[in-house]
């Protein structure tokens, strides 16, 4: 390869071949952090892996993350990726409104995604569309929450058996 492997021309790379469908770059974080569009993200993960210049062979993380007070942008799916010839490393997220939770798979494009993928799906509810066997992994198939999301207190404020001077409050 003619050039060294830098978030710039990674950037560059990505902003000719997908222009709007990279919405921001995160400042000042450790590693080149895009959000981009949910429709796209696994035409855009496909297009990293296969691009003989970057060769993002890798997926490290896939993980789910809530923002409660986010109206609209509650859930986001956040991909680490990992060129592992380049040893570059790149953050990709995608974000969606708690009622509509659904992200396509990538099992197709990484094998790896499928238990992290069902992970995901354990504890956050985020659907991902076209995956070979979404079912619970870690919780019991009973459980009608996801418990992860930040929707529920965790403490009971109604005991009177504790004393918060032993919790430092």
Do not use: C
Not at 51 to 74: I, N, W
Not at 129 to 142: A, F, M, V
């Amino acid at each position: 390869m003619s050039k060294e492997l830098n978030p710039e021309l990674v950037l560059e790379k990505l902003k000719a071949q997908f222009g709007e469908s990279i919405i921001k770059q995160e400042e000042g974080s450790d590693m080149l952090t895009l959000e981009v569009a949910r429709e796209k993200i696994k035409e855009i993960i496909s297009w990293l892996k296969n691009d003989p210049e970057l060769q993002v062979s890798f997926l490290t993380l896939l993980g789910g993350v809530h923002y409660p007070k986010d109206e609209g942008r509650e859930l986001a799916v956040v991909y680490h990726l990992h060129s592992l010839i380049h040893n570059f490393r790149m953050r990709l997220k995608v974000f969606m409104s708690i009622g509509q939770p659904e992200v396509p798979t990538i099992t197709d494009v990484y094998v790896g995604a499928n238990w992290q993928e069902r992970e995901t799906f354990d504890f956050y509810g985020i659907r991902f569309k076209g995956h070979p066997n979404l079912t619970r992994i870690l919780n019991e198939d009973s459980m009608d929450y996801h418990p992860l999301r930040k929707e529920y207190h965790l403490e009971d404020g109604t005991r009177e058996d504790k004393d918060d001077r032993f919790f430092g409050r």
